[in-house]
Structure formats: structure tokens, C-alpha cells
């Protein structure tokens, strides 16, 4: 699937015009994007403590670093498996049992979850008329909003069965929901909620800041404040769907991109140049952890 994805994004360039992108390209802001990107991660770390340390468990810093890093590697290989490496890595070297450095991970998860829909809702306000400008020109109003109507009578009398349910899938339904819920109140019951949710902004703004950082490395690309936040979450989405966005990220986000009327080679070319920082850092730092790790715990 990566490699026929790769190869229907190098069909909107050239490999020649691309790599001349790359050479042209001005690093330095390439770099101060890949700088916010590390920021977010050594806060990912940080905000971990505060939901270990409800359970008795105080980690080393640098355990917590390494553990992030190489929970990334390996999700480039498979994905998911990043959060079930970063917590066995606790387990071996911190002595915090599995199931419950998995549960906080998984808790994680949610808050970065409200996080992404945040983003979207902001783009959604932002945004407004564009988006709005779009639907219309391409989709009948009249059919959207009876689409809408239908959806939300639909997802009430959905959510009536599952409230019912004692059994079966809807009872797995209702059981995974009753979960998400009480994790994100769990998060406002800890002791340093403030911290954790400071921290969960912080990361989200980083990553807002590493995508904005690297649009100026391109030369003569300029991208509206909207358009930002609706590539950034294109290319948001193409990382949740693939092994760290292969092939997808560049064609999510020149898709985006070209909504804005931008051309279709820089924007291809922006992607990926975008993906491929993201990757060699987490190549790098990755790589990095997995040799680090033996030897920062050697005794």
C-alpha cells in the first residue's frame, strides 16, 4: 500500500524537480521546525509523570525521553505498536507494570484525541466561509443539511440501543465508551491537572508550530493561516492511516494545499520534504534511544 501510495505522489512530480526542491530548499527553517518537533516530545515525556506518579511510580526523565523516542520508531514499522514498545520499555527498566504504563498511555491518547477535534473545530470557525463556500459549490445545500438532520436523528436512536445494551457488540460499544469517558475525567481529577493539560496544549502547539516553521523553506510558497491548520490536519490523518504516512502525508497535504490554489509541484514538494524531516528525526532520535537506553541503565 506505501509503495503504491509513493508512487502516486512522484506522479504529480518529477523525481528531478523534486530533488531540486530539496537542494533549493532553506534548511534553516527546516530545522526550526524539526527543533519544535523535539520540543513536543521531551514535553510528552514530562506530561507522562504527572499520570504515573498517581500510582506510585516516579521514572527517570531520561527513561521517559527514550522510551517516547523509540515508541515512535517503532511505529513507523507497525502501527500502534509504538505505545505497547514505550510502555514495555518502562516495564523493564523502571519496574512499572505493563497494563497499567499501557492504561496511562491509552489515557494519553484520549486527551490527544480532544486535542485533534479541538483543531478541527477551530478550523471549522476559522475557516467558516470557506469551508462553507466549498460544500456548497460542490454538494447541494439542501442535500447536506438533510444529510446532517438524518445523521443526528441517526446517532440519537444509535445511542439509545447502546445505553439499553447487555449484551453482544453494542454492549463492547457502550463498555469502550463508558472507558473513554472515565479517562478523560480521570484527567481532571489528578493532583497536577493544570501542568498535564498545559503540557497537552503545548505538544499540540508544537506540532502546529513545526508544520508552519517549514512552509517558508520552500521558496515563494506562502500558505494563509487556514490553510495551515486544514494541512496540518490532512496530513494528521494520513499518519493515523498509514506506517507514519508513507507516500500518503505528501499527497494529503498538497491535496489540502491546492484547495488554496496553490500549485500542485510545490506543494507536493513541500510534503515531502515535511514527512521526510519528521521521519529522519524520529529515525535518528529513535535509533538513538534504542542504543542509549542499555547504557543510561547499565547499573
Given at each position: 500500500?506505501?509503495?503504491?501510495?509513493?508512487?502516486?505522489?512522484?506522479?504529480?512530480?518529477?523525481?528531478?524537480?523534486?530533488?531540486?526542491?530539496?537542494?533549493?530548499?532553506?534548511?534553516?527553517?527546516?530545522?526550526?521546525?524539526?527543533?519544535?518537533?523535539?520540543?513536543s516530545h521531551l514535553s510528552r515525556a514530562y506530561r507522562w509523570k504527572f499520570m504515573l506518579?498517581?500510582?506510585?511510580?516516579?521514572p527517570k526523565f531520561t527513561n521517559s525521553v527514550l522510551a517516547v523516542l523509540v515508541g515512535y520508531l517503532v511505529n513507523l514499522a507497525l502501527p500502534r505498536a509504538g505505545e505497547i514498545s514505550r510502555a514495555t520499555v518502562m516495564t523493564n527498566y523502571e519496574k512499572i507494570p505493563f497494563?497499567?504504563?499501557?492504561?496511562t498511555i491509552v489515557a494519553e491518547r484520549i486527551a490527544d484525541l480532544i486535542m485533534m477535534l479541538s483543531i478541527?473545530?477551530?478550523?471549522?470557525?476559522v475557516q467558516f466561509d470557506f469551508i462553507y463556500e466549498l460544500l456548497t459549490k460542490n454538494f447541494n445545500p439542501t442535500k447536506i443539511a438533510i444529510g446532517i438532520v438524518i445523521l443526528i436523528i441517526g446517532f440519537f436512536i444509535f445511542s439509545s440501543f447502546v445505553k439499553k445494551a447487555e449484551s453482544g457488540f453494542l454492549l463492547k460499544i457502550k463498555t469502550f465508551v463508558t472507558g473513554l469517558i472515565?479517562?478523560?475525567?480521570?484527567?481532571?481529577k489528578m493532583k497536577n491537572k493544570w501542568a498535564f493539560i498545559f503540557h497537552t496544549v503545548f505538544i499540540w502547539v508544537m506540532y502546529v508550530?513545526?508544520?508552519?516553521?517549514?512552509?517558508?523553506?520552500?521558496?515563494?510558497?506562502?500558505?494563509?493561516?487556514?490553510?495551515?491548520?486544514?494541512?496540518?490536519i490532512a496530513g494528521g490523518f494520513s499518519i493515523a492511516a498509514t506506517n507514519g504516512g508513507i507516500g500518503l502525508?505528501?499527497?494529503?497535504?498538497?491535496?489540502?494545499?491546492?484547495?488554496?490554489?496553490?500549485?500542485?509541484?510545490?506543494?507536493?514538494?513541500?510534503?515531502?520534504i515535511m514527512w521526510t524531516a519528521q521521519t529522519a528525526m524520529i529515525i535518528v532520535?529513535?535509533?538513538?534511544a534504542f542504543l542509549l537506553l542499555p547504557i543510561v541503565n547499565k547499573k
Open positions: 500500500m506505501g509503495g503504491f501510495l509513493v508512487w502516486y505522489s512522484l506522479s504529480k512530480i518529477s523525481i528531478d524537480v523534486l530533488l531540486g526542491y530539496f537542494k533549493e530548499a532553506n534548511y534553516s527553517w527546516i530545522f526550526l521546525g524539526l527543533f519544535f518537533g523535539i520540543l506518579e498517581p500510582l506510585g511510580f516516579k497494563e497499567k504504563g499501557f492504561g478541527v473545530a477551530i478550523t471549522l470557525f472515565e479517562g478523560v475525567t480521570s484527567i481532571f508550530a513545526m508544520f508552519w516553521a517549514t512552509i517558508p523553506a520552500i521558496n515563494g510558497l506562502e500558505v494563509p493561516f487556514g490553510g495551515i491548520l486544514i494541512g496540518f502525508y505528501p499527497i494529503a497535504v498538497a491535496g489540502a494545499l491546492a484547495l488554496f490554489n496553490i500549485a500542485t509541484e510545490p506543494a507536493t514538494a513541500f510534503g515531502w532520535f529513535g535509533g538513538l
